[in-house]
């Protein structure tokens, strides 16, 4: 199983839809979790960090289910401006350490007029 | 403040050239971080450092040697480059202290002939 696995897409939806995105970790120690936003020939921002309890920011909402080791990114109301590749990114614990961050592949969205 | 910066943009190079990639830093963060992006692999981790004088490697350091004589700069060495070195590099730190979130330069594009 690869540390990070996200379906690569693209989505291509239209503007004002709902748009979910999941995502799959291997350890079961990975203790932090983040959704990046990458644009196209740009470098990774953070979008935002994803709590045990779920967390909303304005149209974004992000989830962690710890038992099947799946996070999730659910944006509302897609913009134009929301098209850009989104990185699931996880620690991936090594020893006695938290270790290192493991970057998914990237999932793309493409929101059309 | 100007955040991450990474120098050169752009850079074209023979098989066997030397280079060096610098990252520079004003937000004086502890960690600094070398990541490659190479199509439909994702960010891949070259080396690391948690401190001035300190380096370590990460998933992928074969080929690339790292300093970190000061605390706002962390060089990427490439003693001979190869074709497999092509790649874009992005450079990334993080406070050390509040888990996780990292900020990444612009990123340098190298391609090698």
């Known amino acids: 199983r690869k540390e990070v696995e996200q379906d690569p897409g693209p989505f291509n939806v239209p503007e004002g839809a709902t748009v979910a995105f999941n995502c799959t970790y291997s350890?079961?120690?990975?203790?932090?979790f983040f959704w990046y936003r990458q644009d196209c020939r740009k470098e990774p921002k953070l979008l935002m960090s994803?709590?045990?309890s779920g967390n909303e920011d304005g149209r974004f909402t992000a989830q962690l289910n710890r038992a099947s080791q799946y996070i999730s990114l659910l944006i509302r109301d897609s913009k134009l401006s929301d098209s850009a590749t989104y990185l699931c990114?996880?620690?991936?614990?090594?020893?006695?350490?938290?270790?290192?961050?493991?970057f998914g592949k990237g999932t793309k969205l493409s929101v059309k007029p | 403040n100007a955040g991450v910066t990474q120098t050169p943009k752009f850079r074209v190079l023979k098989t066997g050239q030397s280079m060096t990639l610098l990252c520079a830093q004003d937000?004086?963060?502890?960690?600094m971080y070398w990541y490659r992006q190479d199509p439909g692999m994702g960010l891949r981790l070259i080396h690391y450092?948690?401190?001035?004088?300190?380096?370590a490697k990460g998933e992928v350091p074969d080929g690339y040697n790292v300093s970190r004589l000061k605390k706002q700069n962390f060089l990427l060495g490439l003693e001979s480059a190869a074709p497999s070195q092509t790649s874009v590099y992005f450079c990334?730190?993080?406070?050390?202290?509040?888990?996780?979130?990292?900020?990444f330069g612009p990123g340098t594009r190298l391609t090698v002939t």
């Open positions: 450092s948690v401190g001035e004088g300190t380096t």
């Open positions: 990334a730190t993080e406070t050390g202290t509040s888990g996780y979130e990292q900020y």
């Open positions: 350890n079961s120690a990975s203790q932090s």
């Open positions: 994803v709590y045990s």
């Open positions: 937000m004086n963060h502890e960690y």
């Open positions: 990114v996880v620690n991936m614990p090594l020893g006695g350490s938290q270790g290192n961050l493991i």
